[in-house]
C-alpha cells in the first residue's frame, strides 16, 4: 500500500508565502509524475501543477509564475511552493502521484489534502 500525505498548508495574507510538501511512503518502486490539485468551496477540483520523474513541469495559466512545483526523488517528495498569494487561491490543496510498484503495475493515489486560506 501507498500513502501520500500533505503538509504546509494554512492562513496566510495575501502576497504572503506557503510551501506545500507531499511526502510518498509505503510499496514504491518509483515515483512517476506528480500533480498538485486544488479544491475551493462550490468548485471542481484543478489541476495547479505537475512534474515529471525528471523535473519536467507545467502549470495552470492562473498560478504561472508565482508557484515553483519541485521534487526530491531520494526522499519520494514534492513540493510546492507558492508565492504572492491571492484569496483565490484559497482551497483545499491535493497532492495526486502515479506509483511504479514493480511488475508493470501503476496505480494512482491521492493524498488527504491540506488547507490554504489565504486573506486579503
Known amino acids: 500500500q501507498v500513502q501520500l500525505v500533505e503538509s504546509g498548508g494554512g492562513l496566510v495574507q495575501a502576497g504572503g508565502s506557503l510551501r506545500l510538501s507531499c511526502a510518498a511512503s509505503g510499496s514504491i518502486f518509483r515515483v512517476s509524475t506528480v500533480g498538485w490539485y486544488r479544491q475551493a468551496p462550490g468548485k471542481q477540483r484543478e489541476l495547479v501543477a505537475t512534474v515529471t520523474t525528471g523535473g519536467n513541469a507545467n502549470y495552470a495559466d492562473s498560478v504561472k509564475g508565482r508557484f515553483t512545483i519541485s521534487r526530491d526523488n531520494a526522499k519520494n517528495t514534492v513540493y510546492l511552493q507558492m508565492s504572492s498569494l491571492k484569496p483565490e487561491d484559497t482551497a483545499v490543496y491535493y497532492c495526486?502521484?502515479?506509483?511504479?510498484?514493480?511488475?508493470?503495475?501503476?496505480?494512482?493515489?491521492w493524498g488527504q489534502g491540506t488547507q490554504v486560506t489565504v486573506s486579503s
Open positions: 495526486n502521484a502515479v506509483i511504479y510498484q514493480g511488475a508493470l503495475q501503476y496505480r494512482n493515489y
